[in-house]
């Protein structure tokens, strides 16, 4: 199959030998490979430079990063391999929150009914981006950029005009709130470190989303959408609500991240989450997510994740300014970049079998 998931009958390249055919394909079957390799190299960097990021602690502070990050980068990335953009998942987390501390604190509703009338106001959003996206045809970049200034106008100055402020604190004393504690902050001690409840969230999303993507027609759907939409409509694959249900996993996945934050302080700080939401794009991306579509992997986003959190911490821990940090994550997303250039080349010119 070649990368626009069509038959090849083409013969092989010329000086593309057997072994270094197979050795291509192996690669390129394997998004998460230049991930790997980056943690290795961050790993070892900063382990040298700030021994203490490998202690329990330093371990746990950069899972606990990885984690939210991870979380919305494997949705982004499910997203980037469909060939669409979500950049109004950093404001869904913020607005999500903020329903939830409104419906807690203002309406006096216990905790779980908020959690679940947030989340369907999470998922509203990402049918209305998806909707929006299949039937104009508009870029799914601007569309979700538009989105995500709606929604920052709206919960921000929503919640001032109901609160008197975009904070709400106090939620701790809700009813079922303790069972909610449990399912989305509970943490562990080992040693030095504390390890919290959103590693294990994490882990479990990109379990599934792996086995979604690689195991599943609707997997099969995502990537025949992201590398040939015109020929995948021809064959009867179902692009629309392929594009729909993902923009609704980005959205629940921003919902989780809203609400993770949220229990873990007993309340939300409204702010702006277009940042947040190019993170989760640049953690994708160096997990070997071609921004093109068509290619891509939850595992390479989940590794990003790791990566994004290793360079954090480690500058951090290090004692640099944390303007290094940025200049740092700029040489990372520029290698993926090139290094996903180099394998656009090769996904068109290498046969798939």
Do not use: K
Not at 13 to 29: E, F, H, I, K
Not at 135 to 155: H, I, K, M, N, Y
Not at 242 to 258: N, P, R, S, Y
Not at 290 to 297: A, D, H, P, R, V
């Amino acid at each position: 199959m070649t990368a626009d998931g069509l038959p090849s009958f083409r013969p092989h390249p010329a000086g593309l030998t057997p072994a270094r055919r197979r050795l291509v394909d192996r690669a390129l079957a394997r998004p998460s490979l230049a991930a790997f390799a980056g943690l290795a190299v961050v790993v070892a960097f900063f382990g040298a430079q700030a021994p203490e990021l490998l202690t329990t602690g330093g371990l746990a502070s950069v899972l606990d990063a990885a984690a939210l990050l991870g979380i919305g980068g494997v949705a982004v990335a499910l997203l980037l391999v469909s060939g669409q953009f979500d950049l109004s998942i950093g404001m869904v987390a913020v607005g999500s929150a903020l329903v939830t501390g409104l419906l807690i604190g203002q309406a006096g509703w216990s905790a779980w009914p908020a959690l679940v009338a947030s989340l369907a106001a999470a998922l509203a959003v990402g049918v209305v981006n998806g909707l929006i996206v299949v039937r104009s045809g508009l870029p799914s970049f601007l569309v979700t950029l538009a989105t995500f200034l709606v929604l920052q106008g709206v919960a921000l100055a929503g919640t001032r005009a109901i609160t008197g402020s975009v904070r709400i604190e106090g939620l701790g004393s809700a009813p079922d709130w303790s069972s909610v504690t449990a399912v989305f902050g509970s943490t562990v001690q080992v040693g030095d470190g504390r390890f919290r409840i959103a590693l294990l969230w994490w882990l479990v999303l990109t379990a599934v989303a792996s086995w979604v993507l690689w195991r599943t027609r609707f997997g099969n759907a995502v990537f025949a959408v992201g590398g040939a939409r015109q020929a995948a409509q021809e064959l009867g694959v179902p692009d629309r609500r392929t594009t729909i249900v993902l923009f609704c996993c980005t959205a629940a996945a921003g919902w989780l991240i809203g609400t993770l934050g949220l229990v873990r302080i007993g309340g939300v700080q409204g702010g702006p989450g277009l940042g947040t939401a190019i993170e989760f794009v640049v953690v994708a991306v160096i997990g070997g997510c071609l921004l093109t579509g068509g290619y891509g992997s939850a595992v390479g986003a989940a590794v990003g994740a790791l990566v994004y959190a290793v360079a954090r911490q480690g500058v951090v821990l290090a004692g640099w300014d944390a303007r290094w940090f940025e200049a740092f994550l700029g040489v990372l997303l520029l290698v993926a970049l090139l290094t996903n250039g180099v394998v656009r080349s090769r996904l068109r010119a290498v046969p798939r079998w």
